[in-house]
């Protein structure tokens, strides 16, 4: 006889399957209807940077194809900088803004990209971005190409520029008298969305990716609710019982899913979510509601919409930012940098291919 968690699983990927024609179809609608500003490139030289996390399988290829980018292009060749782990890519960041570079391209994975950001906020540099990560969220969300590494390079050097939104996350461990401050680009939380991440196996992420984060979320989710203080925008605190709190910058997870589709990325606005399933039931109903964008309020699933918010827990509670694991807090407060961040996104006929890159020295294996 199936388990529970294995019959909870095939549940849920019923729903999903059944409503991820219905989303595709809307997220396209919702595409045609967005109208980014973008500003185009004016003409001419650029000076440009690398943030290079070497560990990520596709960096001595990204390496490659940006060099030999601007080489066509007739530029200097790029500035690499190397991330450590004792130095994720902030300081790489910082350094290339003081060398005068117009466009710092961040090439690895959610974590060097957010570390990245984090240095070029409110400075005149672009950020380019080079997903070689597994789930690559900001990438997706600006619609580059993550499976297209040459097309990612057109993008960051020749793309159009947009300005978005950042989140600020400050936490707090009462336990342990810690504290941090993160940025964070798409969408942060505390409780059961971190646990998941916590709780997934980097071997199973190397073979499958992103959908490695399921196995966990099914061994999660009979879980209890904790009890949480929230404050929205500076209103009294209501205390309620929950699994996960997100705010989101920007809702569109893989695979297509517009979890939060009202969230827009320039709008000076977080989009708060506050999940409170008990049960089979409920966590069926939250995912119907997803997949089928349900407009009406259910109860199990509350959303507001904030500049800034303030949680706190009884307990240390794990949080997370941009699918990175960010430590256990009592205290969270979140606030938006409204239009912060200069991107680099695709310009339409980018989209198809060029000769640039096509053939290039690393994908035919060449010295």
């Known amino acids: 006889m ?114 990245v950001a984090r240095a070029l906020a409110n400075a005149p540099a672009a950020l380019g971005l080079l997903p070689l990560g597994t789930g690559n969220l900001l990438a997706r969300n600006l619609g580059l190409p993550v499976a297209d590494l040459p097309a990612s390079v057109r993008a960051a050097l020749h793309g159009q520029e947009r300005r978005i939104d950042m989140g600020t996350m400050t936490l707090e461990n009462s336990v342990t008298g810690q504290g941090s401050s993160s940025a964070f680009l798409v969408m942060g939380g505390i409780g059961l969305d971190a646990e998941v991440l916590a709780a997934t196996r980097d071997d199973l992420k190397k073979r499958v990716g992103w959908m490695a984060y399921s196995e966990a979320g099914v061994r999660l989710l009979p879980g209890r609710r904790t009890k949480m203080s929230i404050s929205v925008d500076g209103e009294p605190p209501r205390v309620r019982k929950v699994r996960s709190i997100l705010f989101a910058n920007i809702g569109r997870l893989p695979a297509g899913i517009d979890f939060i589709p009202e969230a827009r990325m320039d709008d000076g606005l977080l989009d708060v979510v506050v999940m409170s399933p008990r049960g089979l039931a409920g966590w069926l109903w939250l995912a119907g509601k997803v997949v089928t964008k349900y407009p009406k309020d259910i109860p199990v699933i509350d959303h507001r919409r904030a500049r800034t918010v303030e949680i706190r827990v009884g307990q240390p509670t794990r949080t997370q930012l941009d699918g990175d694991v960010t430590g256990a807090a009592t205290s969270v407060r979140v606030q938006v940098n409204p239009l912060a961040l200069l991107v680099r996104a695709p310009a339409p006929e980018l989209q198809r291919p060029r000769p640039f890159g096509s053939r290039s020295k690393a994908e035919a294996g060449q010295p």
């Open 2 to 115: 199936p388990t529970p968690e294995i019959l909870l699983l095939a549940l849920l990927i019923t729903v999903l399957t059944a409503g991820v024609v219905w989303a595709a179809v809307r997220r396209r609608r919702r595409l045609a209807a967005e109208r980014p500003v973008f500003k185009p490139l004016a003409p001419g030289h650029q000076r440009v940077a690398m943030v290079l996390n070497p560990v990520k399988v596709q960096a001595p290829a990204a390496r490659v194809l940006l060099a030999e980018a601007c080489e066509l292009a007739g530029w200097d060749p790029p500035l690499i900088l190397e991330t450590t782990r004792e130095s994720p890519g902030w300081e790489q960041a910082r350094h290339a803004l003081q060398l005068g570079a117009d466009v710092v391209v961040a090439a690895g994975g959610d974590g060097t990209i957010r570390e």
